[in-house]
C-alpha cells in the first residue's frame, strides 16, 4: 500500500510520514521518482495547484497520489504571500530569504502585535487515475512574531506564533501534527480516503 505525495519539500513528506504511521501505508515522495518532471504550480488557488501536483504525478505513475499546496496567509498583506508561499523571495528563494522578507514587509505593524493575525492553509488533493478526486483543506490560526524563534519544523515556522509564548519552530513535531493545518487536513482526508479507495 503506497501513497506518493507529490512533494519535494522533506518538512512537507516527514509530517505525511509521522501522521500517516498509524495507518499502515508506505509513505513516498517525487525525490524517490528523480525521472518525473518538474510540475509547474500555475493555478490561481491553492486547491488548483495541489489539484495539478495529483493530478498530473498520479497520471504519470498510475498510483494514489496526494498534492498539498500550503502557505501563510498575513491579514496584513490581504493574504500574502498565500499560494507564493514558497516562492515569495524569488528568483533564489530559501526560508531564511522568505522570513527576512515577510518581516521587513510588516515591520509598519511592529509596534502593534494584534494587527500581526496570520493563518496557515493547507488543501490537499488525492488522485488516482480516471477517478474523480478528493478534495480536504484546513486553516491554522496564528500571530507573526517580531523574530525567528525555535529550530524543529520548516518554511515559516520560526516566526509563527501559536500563542504568546511559543512559535511552531518551537514545538516538537507531534505537537505541531496535532493542531497545524496539515495535521487537520490529513485527518479529514483519512476519514474519507478508505471509501474513495473503494469507489
Ligand atoms: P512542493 O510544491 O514540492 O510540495 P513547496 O514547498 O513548493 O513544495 P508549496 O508550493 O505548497 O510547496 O509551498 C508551501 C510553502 O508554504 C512552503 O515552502 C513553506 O514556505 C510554507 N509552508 C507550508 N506549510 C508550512 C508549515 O507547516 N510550516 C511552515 N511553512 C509552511
Ligand atoms: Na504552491
Redo the contacts with the bound molecule.
Keep these: 500500500n503506497t501513497l506518493i505525495?507529490?512533494?519535494?519539500?522533506k518538512?512537507?513528506t516527514k509530517?505525511f510520514e509521522s501522521l500517516l504511521g498509524d495507518f499502515g501505508y508506505e509513505i513516498k515522495d517525487?525525490t524517490d521518482y528523480p525521472e518525473l518532471p518538474e510540475?509547474e504550480?500555475t493555478g490561481t488557488t491553492?486547491e488548483e495547484?495541489?489539484r495539478l501536483?495529483a493530478e498530473q504525478i498520479s497520471e504519470l505513475t498510475g498510483k494514489v497520489v496526494i498534492?498539498?499546496?500550503?502557505?501563510?496567509c498575513v491579514d496584513a498583506l490581504g493574504g500574502l504571500?498565500g499560494?507564493w508561499?514558497?516562492?515569495?523571495s524569488a528568483p533564489n528563494p530559501t526560508?531564511e530569504k522568505?522570513i527576512t522578507k515577510l518581516l521587513h514587509e510588516l515591520a509598519p505593524t511592529a509596534i502593534s502585535p494584534e494587527k500581526r493575525s496570520a493563518h496557515?492553509h493547507?488543501t490537499l488533493v488525492a488522485a488516482r487515475p480516471n477517478h474523480e478526486s478528493l478534495v480536504v483543506e484546513a486553516d491554522w490560526n496564528g500571530y507573526i512574531g517580531l523574530t525567528p524563534k525555535g529550530e524543529n519544523?520548516?518554511?515559516?515556522?520560526p516566526i509563527?506564533l501559536v500563542d504568546a509564548f511559543r512559535t511552531?519552530a518551537q514545538l516538537s513535531d507531534e505537537e505541531?501534527n496535532k493542531v497545524?493545518?496539515?495535521g487537520q487536513a490529513l485527518r479529514k482526508l483519512m476519514k474519507e480516503l478508505p471509501e474513495w479507495l473503494n469507489n
Excluded: C, M
Aim: hydrophobic share 30%.
Design positions: 505525495i507529490a512533494t519535494r519539500n518538512g512537507k509530517e517525487l510540475i504550480e491553492f495547484n495541489a501536483k498534492g498539498d499546496d500550503s502557505g501563510l504571500p499560494i508561499s514558497h516562492r515569495f526560508d522568505n496557515f493547507t519544523g520548516f518554511g515559516y515556522d509563527f511552531a505541531k497545524s493545518h496539515r
